[in-house]
């Protein structure tokens, strides 16, 4: 391996919108991300759904259409 062309590899702290904080390692030194395994519903079995635009009403807006 050559010298001095990799990046530091160090310790780093990923933290969720959560709250929830994850200590690992990498070559950044902070990580934030909006979902971690402890609020992402299909880890935590809620049955929440993480929408965005209203996607979930509009399909049940044509689903229903359909229904009837």
């Known amino acids: 391996m050559q010298k001095e062309i990799h990046p530091n ?3 780093a702290v990923i933290t969720c919108a959560c709250g929830n904080v994850i200590e690992t390692r ?3 030194k902070s990580i934030n991300v909006d979902i971690c395994a402890n609020c ?3 880890f935590t079995g809620d049955k929440k ?3 965005t635009a209203g996607r979930i009403e509009r399909f049940k807006k044509r689903y229903d259409k359909v229904k009837k």
């Open 26 to 28: 990498s070559t950044k």
């Open 40 to 42: 992402h519903p299909f």
């Open 49 to 51: 759904f993480v929408d």
């Open 9 to 11: 590899y160090g310790q």
